[in-house]
C-alpha cells in the first residue's frame, strides 16, 4: 500500500522569503514519480514539480525546487522568493502505474 | 498545453435527484480518466479510473450503483450521482491522461462543486 505523508500544519510565509513543504511517501515499487500541485481557493490543481525514481537529479521549475531524497522516502518542496500569488493549499502526490494517492496538503499563506 | 474542461463548474439540485457532470479533454485524446472527490478542507480521493470503450473501475468503498460512470469517448468522460443525497455535496475533479507515456500523466479539469440540498 502506498501513502504519502504531510504533516506541517498550516504556514505563514513573510512575501520574498523561502518556505519548504515537507512530504514523506511509502511504497514497495522500485518505480514511482512524486508530484507536487498547488490549489487556490478557485479549486483548480496545478502541476508544479515532477520526480522520477531512477532520476538523478533534483527537479527544478522556476521557483520550485524538489529535495529529493530517496533513501529517507522524502520529497520536500522549496518555494523560493515567495508571492502573494503563492497562498494556497500544496498537495503531494505519489504515482504507482497510473494512479496517483494524495497527501492530505500543507496551507501556505503568504503574508506582505 | 494539455487541457481539459469541466461542466458544469457549480451545481445545486434537490435531494432524491441525479445530476451529470462532463469532463472533456481538449486538446487531446484521453485514453484514461480518473474521477476524484474532495470534501472540504481534506484531500483529493480518488472514485474512479475509466478507460475509453470499457466499465470504470471504483476504488473500494465507492458504491458504483450511485456514480455511474461513462468514458464513450476519448474526449468526454461523465460522472452521474444518482439520487444524490446532501453527504453527497463535495467538490468533484476529473483528470486525464493521453496515449503518450509522459511524467505529467494526468491533467486536471478546474472541478465542479456540487450541493445538495
Known amino acids: 500500500a502506498q501513502k504519502i505523508t504531510q504533516t506541517q500544519p498550516g504556514m505563514f510565509v513573510q512575501e520574498k522569503e523561502a518556505v519548504t513543504l515537507d512530504c514523506t511517501y511509502d511504497?514497495?515499487?522500485?518505480?514511482?514519480?512524486l508530484f507536487w500541485y498547488k490549489q487556490p481557493s478557485s479549486g483548480e490543481m496545478i502541476f508544479l514539480i515532477y520526480?522520477?525514481?531512477?532520476?538523478?537529479q533534483n527537479a527544478t521549475e522556476g521557483r520550485y525546487s524538489l529535495n529529493f531524497q530517496k533513501a529517507r522516502k522524502s520529497a520536500n518542496l522549496v518555494i523560493s522568493a515567495s508571492q502573494l500569488g503563492d497562498s494556497a493549499m500544496y498537495f503531494c502526490?505519489?504515482?504507482?502505474?497510473?494512479?496517483?494517492?494524495f497527501g492530505k496538503g500543507n496551507q501556505v499563506v503568504v503574508i506582505p | 498545453g494539455a487541457v481539459v474542461s469541466q461542466h458544469p463548474s457549480w451545481v445545486i439540485c434537490k435531494s432524491g435527484t441525479s445530476v451529470k457532470i462532463e469532463c472533456r479533454s481538449l486538446?487531446?485524446?484521453?485514453?484514461?480518466m480518473f474521477w476524484y472527490r474532495q470534501f472540504p478542507k481534506q484531500s483529493l480521493m480518488l472514485m474512479a479510473t475509466?478507460?475509453?470503450?470499457?466499465?470504470?473501475?471504483?476504488e473500494q468503498g465507492v458504491e458504483k450503483d450511485k456514480f455511474l460512470i461513462n468514458h464513450a469517448s476519448l474526449t468526454l468522460s461523465t460522472l452521474t450521482v444518482t439520487s444524490a443525497h446532501p453527504e453527497d455535496s463535495s467538490f468533484y475533479i476529473c483528470?486525464?491522461?493521453?496515449?503518450?507515456?509522459?511524467?505529467?500523466?494526468?491533467?486536471f479539469g478546474p472541478g465542479t462543486r456540487l450541493t445538495v440540498t
Open positions: 486538446d487531446f485524446q484521453a485514453t484514461t
Open positions: 483528470s486525464a491522461r493521453g496515449r503518450q507515456e509522459t511524467r505529467y500523466e494526468q491533467y
Open positions: 511504497t514497495s515499487d522500485p518505480s514511482y514519480g
Open positions: 520526480q522520477g525514481s531512477y532520476d538523478q
Open positions: 475509466s478507460n475509453e470503450g470499457s466499465k470504470a473501475t471504483y
Open positions: 502526490a505519489m504515482r504507482e502505474g497510473s494512479r496517483l494517492a
